[in-house]
C-alpha cells in the first residue's frame, strides 16, 4: 500500500509517498503558491496539484498532522487550516483513508522523541528512507515523516 503524507501550507505544501512494506520513496515534493495570488487561486492550485498526485500515486491512505494553533500565531494556523481543508475534501472525494496524529506523535514514532527539532526529524527520514541527502525543504521531510509513522503506529496497532 502507498502512503501519502501531507505537510499542508498555504505557500508552500510539502507532499511525501512511501511503499508501506518496502519503505521506498515512491514521489515526494512540495507545492508552491504565491503570496500575492487570490486565497482562492491558491487553493486551487493545491487542490489541483494534490488530486493529480492522489490519481497518479493511489495512495490507500493519507496522513495529516492535527492542527494546532498557538495563541501567538493564530493567522498562521487559519491560513493552514485552509490548506488542510483541501486535503480532506479531496479524501472524501477521492474515498481515501484520512489519518490525523499529533505531531509529538509523528516525531516519537520517527525519532524516538515526541519533541525532537525539524532537523532530528530530517535526519531520521533520510536514515529510514536510506535516502543520499536529507530531504529538502523541511516541508518534504515532514511529510514522509507523516507516512513513516503511519507504518510504524499501524504495525504496533497489530501487534498489539
Not at 489541483?48 to 494556523?77: F, M, N, Q, W
Not at 526529524?121 to 515523516?145: F, I, K, W
Amino acid at each position: 500500500m502507498r502512503i501519502l503524507g501531507i505537510d499542508p501550507g498555504l505557500g508552500t505544501t510539502g507532499y511525501g509517498i512511501i511503499e508501506d512494506a518496502s519503505f521506498k520513496v515512491i514521489e515526494a515534493g512540495v507545492i508552491k503558491t504565491a503570496p500575492r495570488t487570490p486565497i482562492q487561486e491558491r487553493l486551487k492550485k493545491i487542490s489541483d496539484a494534490l488530486t493529480d498526485i492522489i490519481t497518479e500515486y493511489r495512495p490507500g491512505v493519507l496522513v495529516l498532522e492535527k492542527i494546532y494553533s498557538h495563541c501567538k500565531h493564530p493567522t498562521t494556523a487559519i491560513l493552514m487550516g485552509h490548506a488542510r481543508a483541501v486535503a480532506c475534501l479531496i479524501c472524501g472525494e477521492k474515498r481515501i483513508k484520512l489519518v490525523n496524529y499529533p505531531s509529538t506523535r509523528i516525531k516519537k514514532a520517527v525519532t524516538g522523541n515526541g519533541h525532537a527539532s525539524k532537523q532530528q526529524v530530517q535526519r531520521m527520514v533520510q536514515t529510514l528512507l536510506n535516502l543520499r541527502n536529507a530531504p529538502e525543504p523541511v516541508d518534504v521531510s515532514d511529510a514522509l515523516a507523516m507516512a513513516i509513522s503511519y507504518c510504524f503506529i499501524e504495525q504496533k496497532r497489530r501487534i498489539s
